[in-house]
């Protein structure tokens, strides 16, 4: 792809090539082992299966390897038989107020995951659609192939910003805007009391597969003082007073990763692949973890 | 010692506890956004009982540190040595000072003020000079109690009715400050103070409204001469228009009384008849306000009306003379012998032994005729419009010669007349005051007439008596003074041994960084929203 990225989300292209490259094949198998998906081969050139020859990238299959172009280049050359009009994916992105607080790099690791993710997927020819919530859906892009798709993609998210105040996170509003069968990922800190349970459950049961990324702030149990403080939830406006101590930051951090372990419980459980992330991990570690493990 | 320069900025440490309570309150009405509530809630407490025992944010104390370096040195803290201050006091004795406000002059106020200020000062050495008299001895102050400087001041002060004498400021002692004590009335005095290096002013006074009497003035009637002719003048100064009533007295007598209206700043005359040969002698005549105003010394004037001199004639006159000396209306030839003369007449060579001046008549049986012009010299003042033709005069050979005399009428080198200042003022007249050509003509008498008025000095015929006093001195009311910009800095700075301030300002600064590179650090911790 070319050099189209810029702004507030200013990923190197370099390595999503190179990570594209190597998730490709991993994401082809994913997505072939998945059942009720299809892939389907669209002829290029009215009709002719066979394309030409490409340099080998990791993933292709041995027998793709034409050897005698190989030996004359003395580089492996695979054959190159169809553009692929690929599995369908839906990244859903949560742009509710929580997503903003308690710091900035939490918004900015979650647009880098989903503008990541747009990017593999449309280097492999899949066709990726792009759903941004809270209480209800925020921005919608239907699902596309190829370069001018992650244009369309990155632009939305590269002028996205998350609720001041205010909203919710209602996963499940998202599902008028997919209509078809496809892979979901979704994007969110799942910081609800059912940890967005209602919605998974309703895109499982719509026969969805299902990626959660759990994205988290560092710092979400820390205060900048200690003594009496007033906490305002930035979703509900609640309010509540605590006495700051080690003692009370303790027993956040710890409701946080019981929190995160009821998710994972209950995503290995649907077969929901799910990855917790923090912002201070690097949003391509995230991803290769994310994508080895499937 | 230790001082502060302007204490009342002490009292800005009342709002310390304004920055306990901001910081302790501030931390529980501002509410941190976080992303759900959900994972404190295990930590939620009885926000009535947490707030009893909350801890104020430890950053008040820093602040409130600097907020009292601040206050303390706006307060400016000084180490003061003690070391005897010299103060040259110029003291404003002029007639304003006498000035009444409420039960008290303005003098006493004032010197009330400035022994205040002088012992207020640890050590101190004061000289006070006075302005209105440059040759007064100044008075010098350095040790006893207040009650003895008061004294020496009281005694010392001395309100003169002259003009001010101010010292140029180059004349000024250099050493120590100077001190100048005034009522703010006199312009030419606030005009000195701007240009002269005072350190220190002791004004006092705010009285405004003043009338006074100017002149009194009487003459001699043109129809009559016991009828005297008089003229009042008032000024009045203020701000306000006054109703002020004044007599005219002699001894016990009232002459006259009116009642004025006077305006800021208006001169108004009043003009009167007075028949004095009905008051009884050697009475002063006076005009005066009946109620006194806030300077009663310019509230009176008077004066002594002389209406005949009294005068003695001794030895043989001619008829003549006689005649022209009793046709005078301001002789009085009558005093009894044991009486004092003011005016000797002597005909003859007699010497007198009465005190008085002298208008001698010399006599002789064989006169001469003037056969030259008689001129009269310098020393014959008015008496030179007089002409004499030589063929009317006659004239005596003199016997002598007085002493130290010096001719008043010559003809040719013939003295007809002579003056002699010493010891009695004496004039001797060689005309023969019997000559037949002179004795029937009208300068005869005026001749004689003008010659007592040249022996007694003053023209008694044309008499015009004045009392009167200078009109800008009864101007009491307190001009703006335009303060020099060292007032009161430039002495003190004499004694400081060690002014703090600067040290004060410099630390707040340094403080006031670490405040803010504490709240900076604060700030970016997470649990707020870092744009």
């Known amino acids: 792809m070319a050099q189209i990225l810029d702004g507030q989300l200013n990923l190197n292209e370099a390595e999503l090539e190179a990570l594209a490259r190597v998730a490709k094949p991993k994401l082809y198998k994913h997505t072939a082992n998945i059942s009720g998906f299809y892939r389907s081969r669209t002829l290029i050139n009215g009709g002719n299966d066979y394309a030409g020859l490409r340099e080998y990238s990791p993933g292709d299959e041995v027998r793709a390897i034409n050897w005698r172009a190989s030996a004359r280049s003395r580089q492996f050359q695979v054959h190159q038989y169809q553009q692929e009009r690929g599995a369908r994916w839906f990244i859903c992105l949560d742009a509710s107020a929580s997503m903003g607080v308690p710091e900035r790099h939490k918004w900015q690791l979650a647009l880098e995951l989903g503008d990541a993710f747009a990017y593999i997927l449309l280097a492999g020819g899949n066709q990726v659609g792009l759903v941004t919530f809270n209480e209800k859906v925020h921005d919608y892009c239907p699902l596309g192939p190829g370069r001018h798709q992650y244009k369309k993609i990155h632009q939305v998210l590269q002028q996205l910003q998350p609720k001041d105040k205010g909203g919710n996170s209602l996963l499940h509003s998202c599902l008028s805007h997919i209509k078809q069968q496809a892979s979901i990922i979704v994007i969110s800190d799942f910081l609800q009391s059912d940890f967005m349970k209602h919605g998974l459950d309703r895109f499982c049961k719509s026969g969805h597969h299902l990626h959660a990324m759990q994205v988290i702030s560092q710092h979400e149990s820390e205060l900048s003082a200690d003594g009496l403080l007033t906490l305002s939830d930035i979703e509900t406006g609640e309010t509540m007073t605590i006495e700051s101590t080690a003692q009370t930051h303790a027993l956040a951090e710890h409701w946080l990763q019981q929190q995160s372990q009821e998710l994972q419980t209950y995503c290995s459980e649907h077969r929901i692949n799910y990855s917790f992330s923090s912002t201070n991990q690097h949003w391509k570690d995230i991803l290769v973890k994310h994508i080895s493990n499937l | ?531």
């Open chain 2, 1 to 531: 010692m230790f001082i502060w320069s302007s204490p009342l900025w002490l009292l800005a440490l009342a709002v310390l506890p304004l920055i306990w309570w901001l910081h302790r309150f501030q931390a529980q009405s501002t509410a941190i956004p976080v992303s759900s509530l959900l994972y404190w809630k295990s930590s939620e407490a009885d926000a009535k009982a947490l707030k009893r025992g909350a801890k104020t944010d430890p950053l008040w104390l820093l602040r409130a540190l600097i907020a009292s370096l601040l206050i303390f040195s706006a307060a400016e803290p000084l180490w003061v040595e003690n070391a005897q201050r010299n103060i040259q006091v110029w003291f404003d004795d002029s007639f304003s000072m006498q000035t009444m406000e409420n039960d008290t002059d303005r003098t006493e106020l004032a010197l009330d003020e400035l022994l205040t200020r002088l012992k207020s000062l640890e050590a101190v050495q004061a000289k006070i000079y006075s302005l209105s008299d440059p040759v007064y001895t100044p008075l010098l102050l350095e040790t006893g109690s207040e009650a003895l400087w008061k004294n020496k001041l009281n005694s010392w002060v001395k309100i003169r009715s002259t003009e001010m004498f101010v010292p140029l400021a180059s004349q000024l002692p250099t050493e120590g400050e100077h001190w100048l004590v005034t009522d703010g009335a006199d312009q030419e005095l606030n005009d000195w103070l701007t240009t002269s290096p005072i350190h220190q002013l002791v004004q006092v006074g705010q009285a405004t409204g003043n009338s006074a009497i100017t002149l009194l003035s009487i003459r001699p009637g043109l129809k009559e001469s016991r009828i005297w002719n008089g003229l009042i003048q008032l000024n009045h100064y203020g701000l306000k228009p006054v109703e002020r009533t004044l007599e005219l007295i002699s001894g016990n007598h009232r002459l006259n009384q009116w009642t004025v209206t006077l305006k800021p700043e208006q001169i108004r005359y009043i003009d009167f008849d007075v028949d004095l040969g009905a008051l009884p002698e050697e009475q002063q005549l006076i005009v005066r306000f009946i109620n006194p105003d806030a300077l009663p010394q310019d509230d009176q004037l008077g004066l002594l009306p002389i209406i005949q001199v009294p005068t003695r004639i001794q030895g043989s006159c001619p008829q003549p003379l006689i005649a022209a000396i009793n046709t005078h209306p301001f002789l009085n030839t009558g005093i009894p012998g044991s009486s004092k003369a003011e005016l000797n007449i002597i005909c003859g060579d007699e010497v007198s032994n009465q005190q008085g001046k002298v208008l001698r008549f010399h006599q002789s049986s064989q006169p001469e005729k003037v056969d030259s012009a008689a001129v009269w010299l310098e020393s014959a003042g008015e008496l030179e419009n007089l002409f004499l033709q030589q063929g009317w005069l006659g004239y005596i050979e003199k016997n002598h010669k007085p002493i130290n005399s010096y001719p008043v009428l010559v003809a040719d080198k013939t003295s007809l007349i002579t003056l002699t200042e010493s010891p009695q003022r004496t004039l001797d007249c060689y005309l023969d005051m019997n000559w037949p050509d002179f004795i029937h003509r009208p300068e005869y008498p005026v001749l004689v007439a003008g010659l007592i008025d040249r022996v007694l000095g003053n023209a008694i015929l044309d008499n015009i008596l004045t009392a009167e006093r200078v009109a800008s001195e009864s101007r009491i009311k307190p001009l703006p003074i335009k303060q020099p910009v060292s007032i009161d800095s430039v002495g003190r700075s004499q004694s400081i041994a060690f002014d703090f301030t600067p040290y004060l300002i410099i630390v707040a600064i340094i403080l006031l960084l670490v405040d803010g590179w504490l709240s900076r650090k604060k700030h970016l911790q997470p649990g707020k929203i870092v744009p």
